[in-house]
């Protein structure tokens, strides 16, 4: 998850009208209509329009909602309520001044409002990186709202961004109160980091690949501590986990999940495992391609580009859409760039060669690279996460905004330049440069929302000074095995 606003179905601002309830049934489209229909009798209804800026958003239509609730704060500058929903527009458009002081002036309205607490601590640990004061926010929202497994998990992010890895993990088992009381349906007990002589432990898929590749990590650290493991991951990822895990059986989620003892999802290891930033198992890289693979691809590379050892580049330029996840589909469109926007890296590495290392929607744009660019693309012959990884074995440097690939490139210790949004994910910590989860990895956060500029044109200069070093070592063509 992301520190994304608290969904709007708990705002205090619902009452029972027949578009709240509606809203809260999630019968969006006819909530959506009956707002319309009293908003076009009463347009200075600051109520409904306050309602309705807060079911705008989350259908995620930002500058609609915010439209709306500007105009309900006009009407009524005492509904502390909109004042809310104001900074969810703002926060989610990543104006995040505006929206400190749009939740601020909630709380100043109703100073027991705990929606504007999370929220504004939300504000200040994205923006500011302020976890102190932010997490004083949240804890008076978790005061307020005890039961409330959002404020607990914004909590738990903002904790995590700090470093704080013992009491942020265990506040992150929140978050399964927000998708479900129960682990992916899964109702074997809860592994808590106990032994398990003679039993079953069954670690399940949670998020999306890169977490399930950065986490796996862990996988040797539970199998010493008891019977049989079995990981049940997607079938993309089977065989390079395999290969590099044999303390452990995968299995497809395709298929039923074996008979278990127990089960842990691979988020809940850290806390079952008593993980902090100094005790992170295997930074070094922990991913294992297949010799083979990595020998063929060595092979395919050394026909293909120019003589000289050209630098090697991969590049990855967007992450997947999610659409079917609010929280995710919004971070994909901040985490995401295009090509065109690399194209200062070309400029000042004129003599490397680029590979496009882009799955999915985006990666037709390694079609038409920008000029320069001399680029290669084997995607179509990547077939799943062992592929990649032996491609990515014959490459010198990984350059990738925050998607799985760069977790396959650091899992086996290659260099990755990670190119990270503005609101970084909390797992690269905040105001740092390198990570404790991967030594190889440097990280290149923007300084702007959405603007990748910045980060862009730090990365090319280093990229000239890279290259320099790599042409005055004339090191001999590699033998990779």
């Known amino acids: 998850m992301t ?55 989350g259908i995620c239509r930002f500058e609609p909602a915010l439209e709306v609730l500007s105009r ?3 009407l009524a500058p005492q509904l502390a309520d909109a004042w809310c929903n104001l900074g969810n ?10 929206a400190i002081a749009a939740y601020s002036k909630c709380l100043s309205i109703s100073l027991e409002h705990p929606l504007a607490a999370t929220n504004l601590g939300v504000a200040l640990d994205s923006h500011r990186g302020q976890h ?28 995590l961004a700090q470093g704080n890895y013992p009491e942020g993990f265990a506040e992150y088992e929140w978050r399964w109160k927000i998708r479900t009381a129960r682990h992916h349906g899964f109702d074997a007990p809860l592994w808590r980091g106990e032994r398990f002589d003679g039993k079953r432990l069954l670690i399940h ?18 199998a010493k501590l008891g019977g049989t493991v079995v990981v049940r991951v997607r079938p993309e990822l089977l065989g390079l986990l395999a290969r ?21 999802p691979v988020l809940s290891l850290p806390l079952a495992l008593n993980m902090t930033l100094d005790t992170l198992p295997s930074p070094e890289g922990f991913l294992k391609p297949a010799s083979e693979k990595v020998r063929k691809w060595a092979q395919r590379i050394q026909k293909d580009i120019p003589a000289g050892h050209p630098i090697r580049i991969g590049l990855v330029w967007a992450g997947a859409p999610h659409s079917e996840i609010r929280e995710a589909e919004v971070a994909d469109r901040r985490r995401s760039t ?35 660019m001399k680029l290669i693309d084997y995607t179509d012959e990547l077939h799943d996460f062992g592929d990649t990884a032996a491609l990515i074995a014959n490459l010198d440097l990984v350059i990738a905004v925050d998607t799985s690939t760069a977790h396959v490139a650091a899992g ?70």
Request: charged letters at 20%; one cysteine or more.
């Open 3 to 57: 520190s994304s606003p608290a969904p709007q179905s708990n705002n205090t601002a619902f009452f029972s009208d027949a578009g709240t309830q509606l809203q809260r049934e999630g019968r969006i489209l006819e909530a959506e209509a009956v707002y319309r229909k009293r908003i076009c009798e009463e347009p200075r209804d600051a109520l409904t329009l306050s309602n309705y800026g807060g079911l705008l958003i």
């Open 72 to 74: 309900a704060v006009v």
């Open 89 to 98: 527009a703002l926060q989610s458009l990543q104006r995040y001044d505006e």
């Open 132 to 159: 102190e004061m932010a997490q004083k926010f949240h804890r008076v929202a978790v005061e307020l709202t005890p039961d409330s497994p959002e404020a607990h998990t914004n909590y738990a992010l903002s904790l």
């Open 205 to 222: 898929t949670e998020g999306g690949f890169g977490d399930v590749l950065q986490f796996s990590r862990f996988i040797p650290l539970a």
């Open 244 to 264: 590099s895990f044999p303390q452990a059986r995968f299995v497809s989620e395709k298929d039923p999940a074996p008979a278990h003892d127990l089960q842990c």
């Open 338 to 372: 295009t090509l065109a926007a690399l194209a200062p890296l070309a400029n000042s590495a004129p003599e490397a060669v680029f590979f496009s290392l882009q799955v999915g929607e985006q990666s037709s744009q390694a079609r038409t690279p920008p000029t320069g």
């Open 412 to 481: 086996i210790g290659k260099p990755v330049w990670l190119l990270s949004r503005y609101d970084q994910c909390w797992r690269w910590l905040s105001n740092r440069t390198d990570s404790p989860w991967y030594t190889s990895v440097r990280i290149y956060q923007q300084d702007k929302p959405l603007d990748w500029s910045g980060p862009v044109a730090q990365m090319a200069k280093d990229l000239r000074i890279l290259e320099q070093q790599h042409q005055s070592e004339k090191m001999p063509e590699r033998t990779d095995a």
